[in-house]
């Protein structure tokens, strides 16, 4: 069982950045690959970004590539979406994931584990 814990949410200007943080439970966190979705009202679920456990390789949708920076500590049992360069497009809830094993994994039903979310909005 893992339990996720994100952090880092807020209201902000467009082009301003924002740091999200994941905390993990468990000893095994360097097995799962994390994820990082988000959902804005009346949408579906989207991915936004994902990490292997090791650390790499990262994968990233098109609409946050070249903005949005995903690292983990597993030391810390930590990942964290660093969000450059915001939109009032990249406005929604933003939910950390983790699946075992390693790959890209951009499916949200691919994930067995989630956080309660936290809410990320983009003023213009």
């Known amino acids: 069982q893992v339990q996720l814990v994100e952090s880092g949410g807020g209201l902000v200007q467009a082009g301003d950045s924002l740091t999200l943080s994941c905390a993990a439970s468990g000893h095994t966190f360097s097995s799962y690959t994390m994820g990082w979705f988000r959902q804005a009202p009346g949408k579906e679920r989207e991915f936004v970004a994902c990490i292997s456990g090791g650390g790499g390789p990262t994968y990233f949708a098109d609409s946050v590539k070249g903005r949005f920076t995903i690292s983990r500590d597993n030391a810390k049992n930590t990942v964290t979406l660093q969000m450059n360069s915001l939109k009032p497009e990249d406005t929604a809830v933003y939910y950390c994931?983790?699946?075992w094993g390693g790959g890209r994994f951009v499916d949200k039903d691919a994930y067995d584990y989630w956080g309660q979310g936290t809410q990320v909005t983009v003023s213009s």
């Open positions: 994931a983790a699946r």
